[in-house]
């Protein structure tokens, strides 16, 4: 009866739900077609354990974000319910309707629609005809700005010329 309570009360379905002890707490793990349904937020993943009483998801494999800032998909992530913030790890990728930022991690803060890559980044913007790489950085979505440190470098495409290449220190 419990179960079927917190089933129904909780925005979330998968194809087996646990409710399990870790650290002296309740959590609830979710197995199989996870998805995790928030005001404006989709998550969708393989598996997860859901803390209800922090407002916290552990997202393990095939993780997949929707909110109003676009698509994010990563192997892992920890998402915070009412700070709309998410630490995503493995081949992540921000798809928004103006640019696709990608990195190895991203720290990700809905809410101020901000975003920190670490390594391996790289952002491809097609409205400006532009593509640039980095090891990490900031971006602002809202004012589409940023900055790149560690080896920035930025390709420019223009009409029947090669790309012009930009590289700073």
Request: aromatic share 10%.
């Amino acid at each position: 009866m419990l179960l079927f309570f917190l089933i129904y009360l909780t925005p979330f379905s998968a194809d087996r739900v646990e409710i399990i002890k870790e650290n002296g707490e309740s959590v609830v793990h979710l197995i199989g077609n996870v998805a995790i349904q928030d005001t404006n937020t989709q998550i969708t993943c393989f598996e997860a354990k859901f803390n209800e009483s922090k407002g916290v998801v552990v997202l393990m494999r095939d993780v997949k974000i929707v909110d109003k800032n676009g698509t994010i998909t990563a192997n892992s992530a920890v998402y915070y319910f009412s700070e709309k913030i998410s630490y995503l790890s493995g081949n992540v990728s921000l798809i928004t309707d103006q640019q696709t930022i990608s990195s190895d991690s991203l720290y990700y803060n809905g809410r101020n629609e901000y975003v920190e890559m670490f390594n391996n980044v790289r952002i491809d913007d097609p409205k400006n005809n532009l593509v640039a790489y980095s090891k990490k950085g900031w971006y602002d979505l809202a004012k589409e700005q940023g900055h790149l440190v560690d080896n920035p470098k930025l390709e420019i495409s223009r009409e029947n010329k090669e790309p012009m290449k930009i590289m700073a220190r």
